[in-house]
Structure formats: structure tokens, C-alpha cells
């Protein structure tokens, strides 16, 4: 089975290049099957990460960023997969 794991936040603003910077740089102690960066309008910042587990396996997951270079919580959801059929 696959889950994705998303992570999204919000960068303080003008700080938004700083932030995917820092999402970059995150290393996990396993490797994910699949890992991808997006960024939208209002310095937003996605981290996508598949894995190879099971929906409620403990995975690793990005930490929170330094309190300074965001503008609210981040926000964590859990997907599976759906049979497109």
C-alpha cells in the first residue's frame, strides 16, 4: 500500500523562497518512494512524500519551521490512494 503524506505552511512574508529552501533541505532518516515541492501565491509551501506503508504506520514527517519564518501552524493530512475504476 501507498500513503502520501502532505505538509503545507505559510512563510512570513517575503520569506517565501526562504522557507522551500528550508523544506528542502529537511532529510528524513528513511528515504520516501517519491518526494515533490510545490509553492503557490502568498509564499505557500507544499511537501508531498510517498511512502510504501500502510495509512496509519508512523512515517517521518517534515518538522515545524523556525516560528519566525511562518505566518500560522502548519497543516498535515494523511492520504491513501482510491481505485480510479
Same mark, same amino acid.
Given at each position: 500500500?501507498?500513503?502520501?503524506?502532505? %505538509?503545507? $505552511?505559510?512563510? $512570513?512574508?517575503?520569506?517565501?523562497?526562504?522557507?522551500?529552501?528550508?523544506?528542502?533541505? *529537511?532529510? =528524513?532518516?528513511?528515504?520516501?518512494?517519491?518526494?515533490?515541492? =510545490?509553492?503557490?501565491? *502568498?509564499?505557500?509551501?507544499? /511537501?508531498?512524500?510517498? %511512502?510504501?506503508?500502510?495509512?496509519? $504506520?508512523?512515517?517521518?514527517?517534515?518538522?515545524?519551521?523556525?516560528?519566525?519564518? /511562518?505566518?500560522?501552524? /502548519?497543516?498535515?493530512?494523511? =492520504?491513501?490512494? /482510491?481505485?480510479?475504476?
Amino acid at each position: 500500500m501507498t500513503v502520501a503524506l502532505m %505538509w503545507e $505552511a505559510r512563510a $512570513a512574508e517575503g520569506r517565501g523562497e526562504e522557507l522551500l529552501a528550508w523544506a528542502r533541505a *529537511q532529510r =528524513f532518516d528513511a528515504a520516501p518512494l517519491r518526494r515533490e515541492h =510545490f509553492r503557490a501565491p *502568498q509564499d505557500r509551501v507544499l /511537501v508531498i512524500t510517498w %511512502w510504501d506503508a500502510t495509512y496509519d $504506520a508512523e512515517l517521518p514527517e517534515l518538522p515545524d519551521p523556525a516560528p519566525e519564518l /511562518v505566518t500560522r501552524a /502548519v497543516h498535515r493530512w494523511r =492520504f491513501e490512494p /482510491v481505485d480510479a475504476g
